[in-house]
């Protein structure tokens, strides 16, 4: 039996171990049977302990989290085409971990009924099981051993990518540099800079006895203490440290911590006296250890594909997690990150335009807008962007947005790949409402600032949070004039966007409790982004824009410009640059905890400490909404 | 007069097919009230054109869907005969006279159709379409109309935008629009199994969307 949907499924599995050992009659067959799954972002597939299903899965699309919840440690995170489930298959109990949807997924779930006789019929089937089974891995035929199929307790290390995986052998570079005992510091130094080394190691017979560094040079001769003539030997340092050349990524940061060094010698059997075989530096353990900005914006140079930069995406959240569980300042986290994600999104448009056949017709810039704008977008959230292109004649018009729509529609696909959710309301750049040339922006925001009602109020203070990502940073600026020049003949529009920011509801009631959500999917949630983020945003937005500035997009940074700006308010826009960063950092880690955008928070799980931290910056969100309202006097407009 | 009358009425519908009671018989039992209960075939017919009276099914492929599960051996994939054929469609769907499927007739298909989609909500893009499609086979044959519940995946997807002054919504999404949203391949597009595979992925999709809505309650949804 065959028909289109269970060919598509064959299709998709024949690529992936086991099923590649299968023919494609049995696949067919196989394939006939199995069921397509739909699962939404968080949804459980099983439960730790659960009773086993009578089937097992492959990801078609998406991911899938593995974890423990005793130790709530992250096993594995199976990808496009990996199995896993396959416990009932092997032995009858019940599942050892928790499967989690990470994403939106569509699972193929493979009836183990069905799937048993081909795992006598086919060696290779039952081999890649059995060897998956023995060795604990995902798919013993890749070479880098990533995942853990079935967790059993000697396993059970968090690992997630790169993210977290301390415990994974290091990659050493096996091409030593060596040099004998008699050879002159010049010529080390002189290989040393050939081959782009930081550390020379001294051998004789093979066997180490010493090792130079970039260190010894420069304290050893610079200083004067030996001559640039000297021997290897006066200035080396020994005995070398030597050490297994199997040990994981924790234990040769303890060692170079412990010893103070920054290069590890990795002999054969861990002692000076066998041979060395590699060397190990702290830059190595970096690179390793993956989650560092620097080797992150070197991958998301050297990615071709939008899937290259979906994985390096969640290596990004993988370090945010670091920086706040490391209690990193807000200010310099938001700032990696965003310089992070905006490198990612520069070369999703690149990838994008590489693709194209023609070249843009006329210059172009692409902005973000709304959090992304303002630098405060830490976790996955909507895409908001819009497009500006040059001028151009007026019969040329729609043949030039038809190109840049084309354009948008690719970057906007891109950036959905990677984990930027289209944004329901369309404000997006393939939308021809947000993809414009100059003149018609010119036109578009004149006519928000001249008749402020309702609708322009909010367009424009999701709009004038533009920052460019990608392109043309004239046409960016010649729009800001144009805004600055508009506000400053209609001063009464401030008015109106100051009543629009007073809007947001208040987030306590009269007695100093929290006011939570009253219906719908959050009920009884407290919304962190429209209670508190967004009076401070509106705020932070109006103030510094009737002082004509429009360089800064950060709230907290714009909320510290304005306490210079304005030394008598200086008490109430530094707390409120506090606040902000204290409710994004809290909007963070819920969201980083519920794997969602952290917008609804639970309040029964809070501490009784971040309660009263949480309203201590609703008293500094009420003054400056008292200060706001005196101000651009919105009272005689609402009398 | 009027007893004679009433007689024939009662004759007539005392004649209809086995096939066609045991169809009819199903929806004695009402819907189950949860969501995860409720069995949805999602469908797709391939037509030799646009014109409900003239035109006709060409094949007609279904899939059942229960519980956010699609099961692959519980799908439905027919081609009818054709005696009528309007070339300008084979353009379209790629569906040729001679083309070695096994085929039926439109009585054996509907006869296969009702037994599987027995009482299901039924789920299709632009849903009007199909449904006057198959209303009008079954009239050919002195059949009434279809009893199930009808969704159109069209104008669901619409309900999950967010109104906004900039977003005018478009009257109808086609289904090339739906797989470009919600990302999926379309190789098999403009067969009916693959167009049904589409509409229920997107389907799925959508009623992920929308549950999470305050407003959402499967009566509302089914209204």
Redesign the interface.
């Known amino acids: ?1 065959k ?4 060919a ?2 064959a299709d998709f599995l024949r690529v992936y171990p086991p099923f590649n050992e299968m023919h494609p009659k049995d696949l067919d067959t196989l ?10 972002k968080e949804s459980v597939i099983f439960e730790e302990d659960g009773q086993p299903h009578e089937h097992f899965y492959i990801v078609h ?1 998406g991911a899938v989290v593995l974890r423990k919840n005793s130790t709530n440690a992250i096993i594995d995170l199976c990808d496009e085409g990996d199995i896993f489930g396959l416990r009932p298959l092997m032995a009858n109990e019940n599942y050892k971990l928790e499967a989690k949807a990470y994403e ?1 997924s ?1 699972l193929y ?1 493979v009836p183990i009924a069905d799937f048993k006789p081909y795992t006598q019929k086919y060696e290779g089937v039952a081999n890649f099981l059995l060897e998956s089974f023995a060795s604990n891995t995902r798919n013993p035929y890749s070479n880098s051993y990533k995942g853990k199929l079935l967790g059993e307790s000697s396993a059970l290390q968090p690992q997630l990518d790169k993210g977290l995986l301390d415990l994974q052998h290091v990659n050493y570079s096996k091409k030593l540099v060596t040099s004998p005992k008699n050879a002159s510091v010049k010529s080390i130094a002189l290989a040393m800079t050939k081959k782009k080394v930081g550390a020379m190691l001294i051998v004789e017979n093979g066997l180490p006895q010493g090792i130079i560094t970039d260190k010894d040079i420069r304290n050893q001769i610079a200083t004067g203490i030996h001559p640039i003539t000297a021997e290897a030997k006066e200035i080396m340092t020994a005995p070398v440290i030597t050490y297994p050349k199997k040990m994981t990524i924790a234990q040769a940061q303890m060692a170079m911590m412990k010893n103070g060094i920054s290069h590890l010698c990795l002999t054969e059997d861990g002692t000076p006296n066998t041979a060395a075989v590699g060397m190990l530096s702290k830059h190595d353990v970096m690179l390793e250890l993956g989650n560092n900005p620097a080797v992150l914006m070197k991958a998301i140079k050297r990615a071709g594909k939008f899937k290259e930069i979906k994985t390096i995406r969640r290596r990004i959240t993988g370090l945010l997690k670091g920086y706040l569980d490391q209690n990193i300042p807000l200010t310099l986290t938001s700032k990696v990150i965003s310089e992070l994600n905006d490198a990612c999104i520069k070369k999703i448009i690149k990838i994008a335009l590489k693709d194209f056949e023609n070249q843009p017709p006329v210059k172009f810039a692409w902005l973000a807008m709304g959090s992304q704008g303002r630098s405060e977008q830490l976790l996955h959230t909507d895409q908001d962007n819009a497009l500006i292109f040059e001028n151009v004649p007026e019969n040329e018009l729609s043949k030039t947005r038809a190109y840049f729509l084309n354009l948008s529609k690719a970057v906007n ?1 891109g950036l ?2 990677i984990g930027y959710e ?1 944004c ?4 997006m750049a393939s ?1 021809p ?2 993809c414009l040339s100059l003149s018609e922006w010119k036109d578009r925001v004149s006519h928000w600032i001249t008749n402020p009602g309702p ?1 322009e109020v ?2 424009s203070s999701i709009f004038f949070d533009y920052s460019i990502s990608y392109g043309d940073v004239n046409l960016v600026d010649e729009l800001t004039a144009h805004i600055f020049k508009g506000t400053e003949k209609y001063p009464i529009f401030f008015t109106h966007l100051a009543s629009g920011a007073l809007q947001n509801p208040s987030p306590t009631g009269f007695f100093r409790s929290f006011l939570v959500e009253e ?3 959050h009920k009884d949630f407290f919304d962190v982004k429209r209670r508190a983020l967004m009076p401070l945003i509106d705020g932070a937005r109006i103030l510094i824009l009737s002082h004509q500035i429009k360089s800064i997009n950060n709230t907290a940074l714009r909320f510290e410009r304005l306490a210079e700006l304005e030394p008598n308010n200086e008490a109430i826009f530094s707390a409120c640059s506090f606040a902000t960063k204290a409710l994004l950092k809290f909007r963070t880690k819920q969201g980083l905890l519920h794997n969602d955008s952290g917008r609804f928070i639970a309040l029964d799980t809070l501490t009784k400490e971040e309660k009263i931290k949480l309203k201590r910056t609703f008293k500094t969100i009420k003054e400056l909404q008292e200060l706001i309202k005196f101000r651009f006097k919105v009272t005689q407009m609402l009398g | 007069m009027m007893r004679f009358l009433k007689k024939m009425f009662r004759k007539e519908k005392r004649n209809y097919p086995d096939f066609w009671r045991a169809y009819v018989k199903e929806f004695e039992i009402g819907l189950p009230e949860s969501l995860e209960e409720i069995r949805f075939v999602v469908f797709d017919t391939e037509t030799t054109g646009l014109d409900i009276e003239k035109d006709r099914i060409l094949s007609i ?1 279904a ?1 059942s869907l229960q519980n ?6 519980q ?1 439905f ?1 027919v081609y009818l005969y054709q005696h009528f054929y309007h070339a300008k469609n084979i353009a379209v769907h790629g569906i040729l006279e001679k083309e070695s499927e096994p085929k039926i007739t439109e009585l054996e298909a509907i006869q296969l159709a009702l037994s599987f989609i027995g009482n299901s909500v039924l789920v299709a893009h632009h849903a009007g379409f199909d449904r006057a499609m198959i209303n009008a086979a079954l009239k050919r044959h002195g059949l009434p109309k279809l009893k199930n519940k009808f969704l159109d995946t069209s104008s669901l997807y619409k309900r ?9 919504k478009q009257a109808h999404y086609s289904l090339d629009e739906m797989a ?2 919600f ?1 999926i391949p379309t ?2 597009r403009h ?1 009916a ?2 167009d049904a ?1 589409i509409t229920a ?1 997107a389907f ?2 959508i009623l ?1 969307k929308l ?4 407003s959402f309650s499967v009566k509302e949804l089914l209204r």
């Open positions: 039996m028909n289109t949907i269970s598509r499924v394939s006939h049977e199995v069921s397509i799954l739909y699962k939404t699309k939106e569509i779930a696909k959905k790949i289209y329901p309301a369309e404000m939308n409402e947000w609708e909010l367009l219906d719908g999917a | 492929g899939l956010n599960s699609i099961t692959v051996n799908s994939e999950t935008l967010i109104a906004s002054p900039l977003l005018e470009e949203k990302d190789t098999d067969t199994l693959g595979y992925i799925l999709n992920g549950e999470v809505k305050p």
